[in-house]
């Protein structure tokens, strides 16, 4: 079964091409959804083996010869943190492509074909073992997130996409000379066996300035404040599809970069710098969320959430016991379901409306009940509400900080009070009150379709499912992240 493994990378691949050379629009969406869907139940696989999961050990592995001369390979690996990651990859991405079906009509056969590219390099993110092979990954993600930025975005489209490419590139630049000098002091690209020979080898010296190399680049994508004023911009701007991506899983490869690579090549560093990360991630999920109540777009208000949320994940990588890690890598999860499922939600009142301002709405939930209840459910996941999914990851890494640390758990935990408050303002702006607009009433503004239902229910599926059995996942995540930290 270790073709399944490259397998979850040519069926997308694949299904890029095609749709790209296809001639009508109805063969595009057909096939696209096809290679979608494929993937994902390949994916699925990954979950055969559960007492390797279990036991912390690689599922499914799968090694080939690439460059030799260099010592590079095609060297692919499922544990049960990348197991979970592939998975939200490949169960959010048929999601985003039957909103680019219903709503994009311009050159669909490349927007879809470029959604397909990116399904292909995130899960290379999360399988690869190769240290120039996770590189590739991590850098093409740019290519196709550029163009769908740049091409079907809003108004400030291009200002956005080219922000966005170069912030990430200035990051990766840096990481780029740390992997050509880890090279030189290892003579291997292979991740397993550079963190087991990186750390005895290296000098402090050596430690601090690869950490801070590996760590830049990380703190761009998550992003991590102060690196994160490229994400609003291409959020707002972003197509749906685009958006629900980025929040639902690029964010993340930030985050499992930090974890996979930073901490166990440079555990000493780490260490260090790990008082400097709690505090940024404090300030992230504090300054997020207060900026978030200050918006007056919806879209607007999801993306400064994703700061704030995404710092809660980056506490509990920073805060490296075994309780806080294992949170934020469920909590990795939870966030790219519920932002996801924001971001759609977001989308399709656009599609309706083409305004995201709070002040054109109000009273919705008169004229569209069955979105109104939707969203509240996904407004109160994100928000953290017991039996749903966001509550049990930040729970899990607020219980690991306060080991370490009660101030800081407890500071964080004014994120948790914050967020509840900007999404339950902003859902009563939207949905309750008077109907203040034509646009708006009973008859006139269309509730959710079939078709519609049949996207943001399964993601509401997912969020009672891992709130009541959260130890589906962490009985995977928890053994590997125990192997992994150092």
């Given at each position: 079964?270790d ?7 040519l ?40 007492s ?8 499914l592995a ?10 590079l390979?095609?060297?692919?690996a ?22 680019s ?5 311009d ?5 879809l ?27 093409f ?7 769908l930025?740049?091409?079907?975005g ?5 200002y956005a ?28 690209f ?46 707002v ?11 639902g ?27 400097l ?13 207060l ?21 809660f ?12 890690v294992?949170g ?5 999860v ?5 932002t ?22 109000g ?29 049990v ?37 939207l ?30 599926v ?25």
């Amino acid at each position: 079964m270790d073709f399944l493994l490259p397998l979850l990378l040519l069926l997308p691949l694949a299904g890029a091409v095609v749709v790209a050379l296809l001639g009508s629009d109805g063969s595009r969406k057909a096939l696209a959804m096809l290679a979608s869907l494929a993937t994902f139940a390949a994916s699925l696989g990954l979950l055969q083996n559960g007492s390797a999961l279990t036991a912390g050990e690689a599922v499914l592995a799968f090694q080939r010869p690439w460059f030799p001369e260099v010592g590079l390979s095609l060297h692919l690996a499922a544990d049960g943190i990348s197991v979970w990651l592939v998975l939200l990859t490949t169960f959010i991405m048929p999601i985003a492509i039957g909103f680019s079906n219903r709503f994009v009509a311009d050159r669909l056969g490349q927007h879809l074909a470029l959604l397909l590219l990116m399904e292909a390099a995130m899960v290379g993110v999360f399988l690869a073992q190769d240290l120039v092979l996770f590189y590739t990954f991590f850098e093409f993600t740019l290519i196709p997130m550029y163009f769908l930025i740049g091409q079907w975005g809003s108004e400030n489209r291009v200002y956005a996409a080219l922000k966005f490419v170069m912030y990430t590139l200035l990051g990766s630049a840096l990481m780029l000379v740390a992997i050509v000098a880890i090279f030189v002091q290892t003579g291997t690209f292979s991740i397993p066996e550079i963190a087991a020979t990186l750390p005895a080898t290296a000098g402090s010296t050596f430690q601090v300035l690869g950490f801070l190399a590996f760590a830049l680049a990380f703190a761009v994508k998550i992003p991590l404040f102060p690196f994160h004023t490229w994400l609003p911009d291409a959020h707002v701007q972003a197509p749906t599809a685009g958006s629900i991506i980025l929040a639902g899983v690029l964010l993340k490869m930030g985050t499992y970069g930090l974890l996979r690579l930073a901490m166990p090549f440079f555990p000493e560093a780490f260490a260090s710098y790990a008082p400097l990360l709690i505090v940024l991630s404090l300030i992230g999920i504090i300054y997020g969320a207060l900026v978030a109540l200050k918006q007056q777009d919806v879209k607007s208000l999801v993306a400064y959430s994703s700061v704030s949320h995404m710092g809660f994940i980056v506490l509990g990588l920073a805060v490296a016991n075994t309780q806080a890690v294992s949170g934020a890598v469920l909590q990795m999860v939870n966030h790219g379901l519920s932002t996801g499922a924001l971001f759609l939600m977001v989308g399709l009142l656009y599609e309706r409306r083409h305004t995201r301002l709070f002040s054109d709405f109000g009273g919705l939930w008169k004229s569209v009940p069955i979105y109104c209840g939707l969203l509240l459910i996904t407004a109160l996941s994100s928000a953290g509400l017991p039996s749903l999914n966001g509550f049990v990851g930040e729970f899990t890494i607020l219980l690991g900080t306060w080991q370490v640390s009660p101030a800081a758990a407890a500071v964080a935990s004014t994120g948790v009070i914050l967020a509840a408050w900007y999404l339950l303002t902003a859902f009563r702006k939207l949905a309750q009150g008077e109907i203040r607009h034509q646009e708006n009433e009973v008859g006139v503004l269309p509730d959710l379709q079939r078709s519609e239902l049949m996207m943001i229910v399964p993601l509401v599926v997912m969020f009672f499912v891992i709130g009541l059995y959260p130890n589906l996942l962490l009985d995977h995540i928890v053994p590997a992240v125990e192997i992994l930290l150092p």
